[in-house]
């Protein structure tokens, strides 16, 4: 690999500070060190140490980590605790009928978390079932629609939208759609269209063009636009999906708003987080 011994020090200093475990050899390309290590030798010095300047903000979150995400995401809700019934289902529009990451968000929530709230959890019901959802909904109940990531906006919308269309919600219900984590674009561009009917837990910044200024932001829009033109980005994830210059990825993997750098793999080009 074409990786000089001062970057991998920089490498191990990352993996120690990030707490992301460095396999012995023999794991090979399950390894996330090696996958790392094969992801930086595609480029050159100056791209491998912005590389491993990003990953420093690079956001993993754990299947471990999802109750703390949630729950805090629905404490962000204004006057959450005033409704005598919570209503959570999956954020998707009711005509799709393959899973979504919002189903599976929201079956392990149901099944593997104890939130340790007592007004939580005596008021809690999860339900995905729409018919039934409906008869429930009233002035003291409150809707939740949760999923995992907010990065354009644009799921939320077209859930919410054909679910106004449908008439399974109606203007007088009580709905907040539900994220661990969102773009600052992306929120901006929901809320305007649905605003005050959303919460998460962190809201995140474009990762190149809102974390720096001037000239250096212009030398790493340019470095990211080589090191995509020399792993062969598809141009509509240029930047992430939406250019939304994500760093987050979920149970290890990433989402598609992130930088592909560090989730797009073919043949032997391995990445950090894949998809």
Known sequence: MNIAVDILDKMSELFKYKNWEIESDAAKWSSLFNRFSSRLSLF???KQEFLIE??????NIGINDYAQYFTEAVNNVP??????????APLKKPSTKET????NI????KNNIDFNYEWFNNNLQWISNWDKIRQKLNENCILLLVDDFTGTGDTAIEALDELYETKQLDSTDNVCVIT???QRIGIENFSVKYPNMMSCSEILD????????????KKYLL???EMESKIKVDPKFNFGWGKSESLVALNNRSVNNTFPVFWLEKKSKYAPFKR
């Open 44 to 46: 050159d010095k100056e």
């Open 54 to 59: 990003l990953s420093y903000r690079f956001k």
């Open 79 to 88: 006057n959450i605790k005033e409704y005598k019934r919570i209503i959570v």
């Open 100 to 103: 979504k990451s919002a189903d």
């Open 106 to 109: 929201w079956y392990h929530l």
């Open 180 to 182: 661990f984590m969102g």
């Open 206 to 217: 474009r990762e190149i063009s809102d974390h720096y200024a001037g000239e250096e932001k």
């Open 223 to 225: 470095l990211m636009e």
